[in-house]
């Protein structure tokens, strides 16, 4: 090609290859740099690639690279990464690199901060306004502009009129640094009997630095998270970067103070709540290697790390680690990717593993530790199921009777009670009594969920919402409207109408005020500012309220009846970590689950404390199933605007299926979510045996299969979620 020197350039589109670029004269440009290149009319960022450069594109036709940044390069492990999500994913390459490139802003180099400060130069002439203004600044600090205008009450003309007249100098100062190196013998705890073998295990691990799955299965309150900053800590000796992965990290602020007790600053955070600028210098200070701990959410593994050597997956369990649009894929698996690519250690930590990683670990691909007792000797609480046949709730109420008397009992030891259901709002369904109308969304297959501090029925999967009508929209019927079954918010009522006296706290993801008034609750939670704790989910995970001595589960049976295999799994989850909020600081504590099906297999393990009964026969279901992780799975939602174009299209694909080999395809039939967003979907699923590449066989099938028409899409989900 006439020597003209070429490269290869993805960009973060849904394109799966780089395009070609001419290399400016003068440039030298290699594999990871950020650049900014001409496309169509406009300018676009993107990053040299390794793929070698298209040679058929004529070099009349190639234009030139615009820019290159001066930002630190994508090192090879990352590239790899995006290559391999891509491809394990079915997505365009280039959709994955749309990941990396987070924080586009961060590429502009950093400006240094403009400060004014005291010169000692009095001004020609003094008014009042410029009095405040020098008593203000008198203490010879640098100020920013606004900030000194503010303190001082006066405008920002009479701040820069003191700097024109060189009463006030301009300063210059480099900017704060994201975060502060930790320092990992800072405060090195002292373990107990069940922790020291594993703390001991967790620094021979990061010590070695080598690839290698350790599953941390340790009880609620076992203390996994102390054991586990071991690893962090010895990462950080050997200069390496370590990363933490939570699953709810915006609501875990207390987390941060933990590790800052421990390594004596807290860590750089990397989740949607971090405001704009701040994730800009903290995408630039990962990338430059000088931020060496970083605590996240899942898109944090996407974090350019030029020097990562560890990865800890908290909660590994934990269904928010799947992301479910776009690029669907598990953060826990690609963590352990990331770590094969990157040569280092991945840790995963539960005390209710996912049945993949418990298979994994006995089965010898992972390394298992247990933790089988609480730390310092605090006691788990004694489980209880009530059977609500027995025992039922008043008319027109939720609580059995039991779970009052163990209210009242905690009230009066002035200790705390949570309730936890996991529903959000008022009523899960409005009906007129004199018709029998149901509300229904008009775009999903859902009913409108009651909010009354709203005064709204509302969607919970399309935000659709409506004022609660007087009279029934079907009959017309004045005041025949009646709520059905309790949300978080009717068992509030409940709670006020018996327990006037008590401080009540409703915790929902719903809240208003969003997530600070959501972490300022869990603060008044931890502090002891409340008595009953009313809450959905999001009280299950990772806290520690150290007041708390009963637990009550609401509806124990909810998640046990939809017919996906894994709400066995899910709900065992869930009922043990929420469980596991009490007794945590010593004391006895107690959980009662009100349930209609004391014998399921599920209530019977959590209220007998026997887990691996549990585990055992779960497993078992799995295997003679051929499900993962016996088996591969993958799921291929078909959705269009009609119902009947969704389901033809699905059936066009379904018949181009080809018919030899060991993979077998599923359906179509509707999705677990039949209308969502006004769109009609159906599903395939392929199952497949372990070791078969699935995806090789989808990109061969769906690209043999007449391409959809008209407003017809299809979403590839490998390992989904429900099946
Ligand atoms: P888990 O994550 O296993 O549920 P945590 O790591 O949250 O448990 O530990 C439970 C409690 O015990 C926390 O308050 C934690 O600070 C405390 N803890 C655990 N290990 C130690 C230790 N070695 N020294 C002091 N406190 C500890
Ligand atoms: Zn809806």
């Known amino acids: ?97 749309r990941m990396v490139l987070r924080a586009p802003g961060a590429l502009e180099a950093e400006h240094d901060i403009e400060a004014v400060m005291l010169s000692g130069k009095p001004p020609e002439r003094m008014t009042d306004a410029r009095r405040r203004v020098l008593e203000q600044a008198g203490d010879g600090a640098p100020w920013s502009r606004a900030a000194l205008a503010a303190a001082a009450g006066v405008s920002p003309g009479v701040v820069s009129g003191l700097v024109e007249q060189g009463s006030l100098t301009l300063v210059h100062l480099p900017p704060t640094p994201v975060a502060l190196p930790p320092d990992p013998d800072h405060a090195p705890p002292r373990f107990d009997d069940g922790q020291s073998e594993a703390a001991a295990e967790m620094r021979r691990i990061a010590d070695a630095g080598l690839f290698g799955v350790t599953l941390i299965d340790g009880i609620t309150g076992s203390g996994k998270t102390e054991v586990y ?10 200069g390496r970067q370590a990363l933490i992965l939570l699953p709810e990290i915006a609501l875990t602020t207390d987390f941060l103070d933990r590790f800052a007790r421990r390594f004596g600053e807290r860590p750089a955070e990397w989740h949607s709540e971090v405001p704009p600028r701040q994730r800009e210098r903290t995408w630039r200070a990962v990338a430059a290697g000088t931020v060496k701990a970083v605590v996240g959410a899942r898109s944090a593994l996407f974090l350019p790390f030029p020097e990562l050597g560890l990865v800890i997956v908290d909660e590994e369990h934990d269904s928010a680690y799947k992301q479910e649009e776009g690029v669907t894929y598990n953060a826990r698996d690609m963590a352990v990717v990331r770590g094969h690519l990157g040569s280092f250690p991945v840790i995963l930590s539960s005390a209710t593993p996912s049945i993949e990683s418990r298979v994994n670990a006995d089965q010898g691909r992972y390394r298992r530790i247990e933790l089988t007792s609480r730390f310092a000797a605090a006691k788990l609480p004694e489980i209880r199921a009530v059977d609500m046949r027995v025992h039922p709730p008043e008319r027109g109420f939720f609580l059995s009777p039991v779970l009052v008397q163990a209210m009242e009992a905690t009230l009066a030891a002035k200790s705390q009670s949570l ?20 509300f229904q969304c008009p775009n999903c297959s859902s009913w409108l969920v009651e909010h009354r501090y709203r005064g709204q029925l509302v969607c919970h999967h399309c935000g659709h ?30 709670v006020a109408q018996r327990f006037p006296e008590a401080r009540c706290t409703v915790l929902s993801s719903d809240m208003l005020g969003g997530v600070p008034k959501m972490r300022a609750e869990l ?17 299950a995970k990772g806290h520690n309220f150290p007041l708390l001595a009963l637990v009550g589960v609401v509806d124990a049976d909810l998640g046990l009846a939809q017919g996906d295999p894994r709400a066995a799994e899910r709900t065992f989850q869930l009922l043990a970590q ?18 209609y099906a004391p014998d399921h297999p599920v ?23 051929g499900l993962p992780p016996f088996g591969r799975l993958a799921g291929i939602v078909i959705s269009a605007a009609e119902r009947a174009s969704a389901q ?8 181009a299926a080809p018919e030899e080999g060991p993979a077998m395809v599923l359906g179509p039939s509707e999705a677990p979510l039949a209308v969502l967003r006004g769109r009609h979907r159906f599903r395939l699923l392929v199952r497949a045996p372990r070791g078969f590449d699935l995806q090789d066989f989808l990109r061969s099938w769906l690209a043999a299969a007449p391409p959809p028409r008209g407003n017809v899409r299809v979403q590839v989900d490998i390992d989904p979620q429900s099946f």
């Not at 390794?50 to 594109?57: C, F, I, L, N």
């Not at 033809?648 to 018949?655: D, K, P, S, T």
């Open 1 to 97: 090609m006439d020597g003209v020197p070429t490269v290869s350039v993805l960009l973060p589109l849904a394109v799966d290859g780089p395009y070609t670029y001419r290399v400016p004269n003068g440039v030298t440009l290699s594999p990871g740099d950020i650049v900014r290149v001409p496309l169509g009319p406009r300018e676009i960022i993107g990053a040299v690639w390794d793929d070698v450069p298209d040679g058929s594109v004529g070099h009349n036709r190639l234009r030139p690279v615009a820019h290159r940044y001066d930002a630190p390069p994508l090192d090879p492990t990352i590239r790899k990464f995006v290559d391999w999500v891509a491809n394990y994913t079915l997505t365009p390459r280039g959709m994955v690199l």
């Open 229 to 238: 900053f071991e690893a962090v800590a010895e990462t950080l000796r050997r």
């Open 419 to 438: 309730l936890f259901l996991n529903r959000r709002g008022y009523a899960p369904l409005t009906l007129c009594r004199h018709c029998g109308h149901r």
């Open 465 to 494: 919402h409506e004022a609660r009508p007087e009279r029934c929209p079907a009959c017309g019927t004045e005041d025949s409207l009646v709520a059905c079954g309790p949300g978080v918010e009717r068992i509030a009522e409940e």
């Open 523 to 539: 603060e008044t939670i931890r502090s002891g500012g409340t008595d009953i704790v009313i809450g959905t989910q999001l009280v």
């Open 578 to 595: 929420v469980t596991g909020r009490a007794g945590r600081a010593g004391g006895d504590s107690q959980a009662l689950l009100q349930t």
């Open 603 to 625: 209530i019977a393990a959590i209220a007998s404390g026997d887990r691996e009964a549990f585990y055992a026969r779960e497993i078992e279901a799995r295997r003679t199933a």
């Open 648 to 655: 033809a299209y699905a059936m066009v694909l379904r018949r």
